[in-house]
């Protein structure tokens, strides 16, 4: 089992900041990318950032020049550093990691790489 941990969510006023944080934990041999996804009331889930194990990112245009995200491969967590925040970033914020394998994987040799959600963050942010 693989497990991811969100914290940092919150509210806060238009044009104002916040950072989330996502741990990973269990036996995990490697991740080879982590995201954040938002869903909004009445919408679907979409990508916000991705951050691969060789540190290459992607982001959603919407969100360009504003979110940073950034990763420590020790600690097996990334994080989203956002600022300038508008009331459409209002939504629950979820972590993804995705091409997961684990220790008993690599150990028995069975390699089937897996996917994980955490359980999200609000984030809020008031016009």
């Known amino acids: 089992q693989v497990y991811l941990v969100e914290s940092g969510g919150g509210t806060v006023q238009a044009g104002g900041s916040l950072r989330l944080s996502c741990s990973a934990s269990g036996s995990i041999f490697r991740i080879d990318t982590m995201g954040w996804y938002r869903q909004a009331p009445g919408k679907q889930r979409e990508l916000v950032a991705s951050?691969?194990?060789?540190?290459?990112?992607n982001y959603a245009d919407a969100v360009k020049g504003r979110f940073t995200i950034s990763q420590d491969g020790a600690k097996k967590t990334v994080y989203l550093q956002m600022n300038t925040l508008k009331p459409e970033d209002t939504a629950i914020y979820y972590c993804?990691?995705?091409?997961?394998?684990?220790?008993?994987?690599?150990?028995?040799?069975?390699?089937?790489?897996?996917?994980?959600w955490g359980q999200g963050t609000q984030v809020t942010v008031s016009s």
């Open positions: 951050i691969a194990n060789d540190g290459a990112t």
């Open positions: 993804n990691a995705d091409r997961i394998i684990t220790t008993a994987q690599v150990m028995s040799g069975k390699i089937s790489p897996l996917s994980s």
